[in-house]
């Protein structure tokens, strides 16, 4: 089932996102680039998530922006966590620093639970780490740092 899923999406998705990838490397033209840039950014259909992965994950060679931006803000719009996943695969997984600190930056706006998770569970060990968290109060107008440790990790 879950085969003939990615299957479908690809067949729906792989073609248009693949053409939106030549055009942006190839065209110097701001108009040519804004509207493939366009195209990609309204994607919010699900089923196209895969097709998303296999194309940052897999593609190393082709300049990358504008085309990895369009394909982040499209999957920050997503509310899935299988999208945030696909983000965090991309920061541990690309070999280009800039691709992985671009694909961190689109998770600000992802709910912490979508992906928080999948990042905790990379920990191959215990781990303990220190933290500096701010908060602000309404009735003062001073930020309060608090410092906590935090164990995670794999345990076995």
Same mark, same amino acid.
């Given at each position: ?9 690809? /067949? ?7 053409? &939106? ?17 366009? +195209? ?7 089923? /196209?998530?895969?097709? *998303? ?16 931006? =369009? ?5 920050? +719009? ?21 691709? &992985?600190?671009?694909? &961190?930056? &689109? ?21 303990? *780490?220190?933290?500096?968290?701010? =908060?602000? =109060?309404?009735? @003062? ?5 608090? @410092? ?9």
């Amino acid at each position: 089932v879950e085969e003939a899923a990615a299957k479908k999406a690809m /067949a729906r998705w792989g073609a248009p996102l693949e053409a &939106a990838r030549k055009q942006l490397a190839i065209s110097k033209a701001d108009k040519v680039i804004d509207t493939a840039q366009k +195209r990609i950014e309204e994607i919010v259909d699900p089923d /196209a998530i895969p097709v *998303f992965r296999s194309l940052l994950i897999s593609d190393t060679k082709t300049p990358p922006f504008p085309f990895t931006k =369009s394909c982040f803000a499209a999957l920050a +719009r997503m509310e899935q966590p299988a999208a945030s996943q696909v983000i965090v695969e991309t920061v541990y997984h690309h070999p280009d620093p800039m691709i &992985a600190a671009e694909a &961190a930056q &689109a998770l600000a706006n992802h709910d912490l639970m979508s992906f928080v998770p999948v990042l905790m569970s990379r920990f191959d060990a215990p781990t303990e *780490f220190t933290a500096n968290i701010v =908060s602000s =109060s309404e009735t @003062t107008t001073r930020n309060e740092t608090e @410092t906590r440790k935090v164990k995670t990790g794999k345990t076995d």
